[in-house]
């Protein structure tokens, strides 16, 4: 492992210096060898991966045509090579240089301005010697040489129709670019996806993965998996039918595409070989949870993040709310919406599904990222995803069959359901017990039902918590916010918005009086270890790291770094702006960096901006809660930070 | 894809106060008439027979204000934040209603709107076929018009009139259900 890791940055280390030649041989090397695949659609002729140790198989993939150098590279610590930090998802680096008891020294190396002035999410990549950087609509690539105080070596700018704004609910993010290969894969607001010479920027290929003008757009990054990409789709709030595709890294070709709602086809589901926690799935799974044909307009779009299993080869993701935020309108479970999928990632065929939150009424959107971790539960070293969903549950399963281990809330403020039932002899098994009174669909239309926690953003929305093996605890941003929640009638026009509730917000009551924590998760137990109130929403993702911290960013702008074990702040600093990046490090020059985008927007700063109010606490607590707009104002900088030389 | 009809005169009206994406700044110019003129089923309309709010000494509501408080907190918050107040990504439209023209408003709403550059982009999608919207402008406006003026505090209207039997059919005969 570690010897092809050195040789991948040695190799890396020479592109970057080559970055501003034309060199263009490594390419048609890549692309020689990709018109030698045989046709990957045929499922059916797809031979059992060969079974073996991790390593073999990783031989094997490796003498395979055009295939992945990103799984090696990942290992590098040095680098940060996708937006998640690895496949797992864990977003935790081995550098150790900056620790507990030097960061309280940390200080600000260089900065950059993206020039756009936008909720800045997601954050950046370091491949060799290069940064790269994107920008929220219009999605400006930057790829920015380490070597040279960050000179742009190239700059791609693409040309999109304004008018995608008009259907992108909720801000214009982009939670980043990926890497495979030497190419730099974007997917654009307008659903682009464009493939660009890492080195140069020039355009390899480009293809549109979804329409726009039926409100289809998009803020996710991708997955880069084999010799594919892999890409969701934004639109929950318009009716779009929900769907996970897999695109050919060299051509662009479309290679398979699996809906989250609709006919078995349509899902790339087996009656009887695909799971629901561990019986067959059966037929007609989706399409007999909804009313006639619903499903069409069921959402379950795939907007958050994707995880890669490579021993399992497996592929993990979760779907979002259900059609209309009016429940009485779609009756059933709404299947598969809400729900985790584990597919094998040569032909998208689904191995298991789970449904968090059956018939939605509350817009828990399921999207969030799946952590794939090893740890010992009851003494038993098991294969664990671990999830925090938007409904206030964190969920640990066992990633190879789907099991469900523990179900706990993350936050004690979460009152819409008791619990999740575990007896596997119950026929509500897997199931959340919703509570009458904060149930919208009992209430029924026209009916405010109040005092709703957690809020329609969820107990955490898609900002990214971060895994320690070293402590075994999961850093996890949260929302402490609860909601009012009256759903009515609305009729669907596409390529227009599909709501039907009205909502209003308010931190959670009887507790601190701010909008989020910052906490220290037992996935094995369900347990909070330590949680550190915030005035506002955490919306950037966090870093923990093998020098005992973790780092998170705040909306007022604070970067943060506590002590992994006691939650202990030793370090803060105000960036330009509010914080809903992802914090990222890398080691350059023999030195450990940090870095951050600021910039603030997305749902944070649409609601949060005027501050909340709390209609339940009667008028003079009516605009007593902080409005953002007190702390931080729009912005669009990367922050990088390092100790003193 | 969609294009957002653009009536010239209103654009460049618009293009003053655009750029606002952390609106929250006071508005300068002449508070507009929202006084009642005359009431007609449970609808209230100024001397100049536009549609306006009416707050009642107990602090009721009528029923357009209320559905306005209930249509702007699904179709438009999303954007424009809680109560009118304006958010990172769009214009407070409390302060919006009271520059505005009524007819004007109805046009952008309908037509939608582009600022787009300078690293700031404004996009306003066109509503004009989106009954949600589209049957309850003049409920949302007459919303925003009471928060504009601080006639009602921010959050959900405590007490609001019934709704007519007139409001009824008009709504379902835009509806179409």
Redesign the interface.
Known sequence: MRRSLMMSAAVLAVGAAQAFAQEAQTDQTDQAATTDQTAPADQTAQTEPATGTDEATQTADAGQAGQSDLQTMMGDPKQWVLQAGDYANTRYSELEEINKDNVGDLQVAWTFST?????HEGGPLVIGDMMYLTTP??NTVYALDLNNDGRIVWRYDPQQ???????M????VNRGVAYDNNTIFLHQADTTLVALDAMTGEVKWSVKTGD??KGETNTATVLPVKDMVLVGVSGG?YGVRGRLSAYDQATGELRWLAYSTGPDEDMLVDPQNTTVLGKPIGENSSIDSWEGDQWQIGGGTTWGWYSYDPELDLIYYGTGNPGTWNPSQRPGDNKWSMTIMARDPDDGMARWFYQKTPHDEWDYDGVNENILVDQEIDGQMRHLLVNFDRNGFAYTLDRETGELLVAKKYDPAVNWATEVVMDPNSDQFGRPQVVADYSTAQGGEDT?VTQICPAALGSKDQQPAAFSPETGLFYVPTNHVCM?Y?P????Y?A???F???????YPAPNSHGGMGNFIAWDATTGEIKWSLPEQFSVWSGALATAGDIVFYGTLEGYLKAVDATTGEELYRFKTPSGIIGNINTYEHDGKQYVAVLSG??GWA???L??G??N?TEG?GA??GYAG??DFT??G?QLTVFALPD | ????GSPGAVLAILMLTASV??S?QADTAAAPDTAVAREEDGRYFNAEDIPTFHIAEDGTVDWRTYSG???Y???C???????G??????P?LKNSVMRLDYYDFVGIVAG?R?N?GG?????????G????VMCYLDDIYVYLRARGTDAI????P?KHDDKTDVIREDENAC???
């Open positions: 020039g756009v002035l936008r909720g609509f219009p129709d304004p008018n995608v704004i008009a259907v609910c909720c801000d214009t726009p003008s709030e405010n009012d009256e009515f009638r609305v009729s026009t390529g227009q918005p709501v039907g509730a009205t909502l209003s917000m603030i927007g700063g649409i609601g901006a005027a909340l109010t209609p008028l009516v605009g953002l707009r104002a729009l669009g | 894809m969609r294009k957002p994406g952390w929250q408080y209930r249509r907190h699904s179709e918050h999303v954007c424009h934040g809680p109560d107040e304006g958010s990172s990504y769009a407070a939608g582009q787009v690293g700031h982009e404004n996009v306003m999608p066109a509503f076929d989106n009954a949600n505090p921010r959050g959900r405590a509806m179409g259900t």
